[in-house]
């Protein structure tokens, strides 16, 4: 099982970035994928989760400014994330999470640093 996570970098305050979580190993179809983020102030937290029939749930931080979406012929998921604020600086991880079917319950990746400069 392998997701690996890619797109961060560095962007001034109200831009934009794209991250995406490429995945391996495992029936992606079976599997809602969500993004969490580790930030200097607030930990680990979750940021947003699109399930395998495209269903969307955001943090409250994320409503209205980013967008979760899933291409499952690429087994990929895409984080769109507009309007960033210094206050999402941190490490972005995506995880898988099983809906039906079997295999591994869940698994995450090693996460990509998304640095907002003010």
């Known amino acids: 099982v392998q997701l690996v996570e890619s797109g961060g970098g560095l962007v001034e305050s109200g831009g934009s970035l794209r991250l995406s979580c490429a995945t391996s190993g495992f029936t992606f179809r079976n599997y809602g994928i969500l993004w969490h983020r580790q930030t200097p102030g607030q930990g680990r937290e979750f940021v947003a989760e699109v399930g395998t029939s495209g269903q969307t749930d955001y943090a409250d931080f994320a409503q209205g400014r980013f967008t979760i979406s899933r291409d499952d012929a690429k087994k990929t998921v895409y984080l769109q994330m507009d309007s960033l604020k210094p206050e999402d600086t941190g490490i972005y991880i995506c995880?898988?999470?099983?809906?039906?079917?079997?295999?591994?319950?869940?698994?995450w990746g090693r996460g990509i640093t998304v640095t907002v400069s003010s």
């Open positions: 995880a898988m999470n099983r809906e039906r079917g079997s295999g591994p319950r869940d698994s």
